[in-house]
């Protein structure tokens, strides 16, 4: 288990960006999947993005296809989440998590998860 704290999440017009941070404390990061998870208001938590241990690969949801960007920093431990071009819909409190991932389809949470990021996207 890699403990994670999210960070970066805050009030913004659609339309504009926010960067989530997601620091991991431990040596063992670097050998995990990571992904992006969300869960807006009143609905179940949902599949974002998820990059693999090197970087070298990532997917996406379809909602957030072409609009955010997945990376990740192994010797800072961290993994990021560039949001652009921000909708209503995006609003959500957004969570990283080490993942299971088969380099395909959506990746499954290992845990634990952290607290999480509150996204608000405003019109």
């Known amino acids: 288990q890699v403990p994670l704290v999210e960070s970066g999440g805050g009030l913004v017009q659609a339309g504009g960006s926010l960067r989530l941070s997601c620091a991991a404390s431990?040596?063992?990061?670097?050998?995990?999947?990571m992904g992006w998870f969300r869960q807006p208001p009143g609905k179940e938590r949902e599949f974002v993005a998820t990059?693999?241990?090197?970087?070298?690969?990532?997917y996406y949801a379809d909602s957030v296809k072409g609009r955010f960007t997945v990376s990740r920093d192994n010797a800072k431990n961290t993994v990021y989440l560039q949001m652009n071009s921000l909708k209503l819909a995006d609003t959500a409190v957004y969570y990283c998590?080490?993942?299971?991932?088969?380099?395909?389809?959506?990746?499954?949470?290992?845990?634990?998860w952290g607290q999480g990021t509150q996204v608000t996207v405003s019109s």
């Open positions: 431990g040596g063992a990061f670097s050998r995990y999947a």
């Open positions: 990059i693999n241990y090197s970087g070298g690969a990532t």
């Open positions: 998590v080490t993942v299971n991932w088969n380099g395909h389809s959506d990746p499954q949470p290992l845990g634990p």
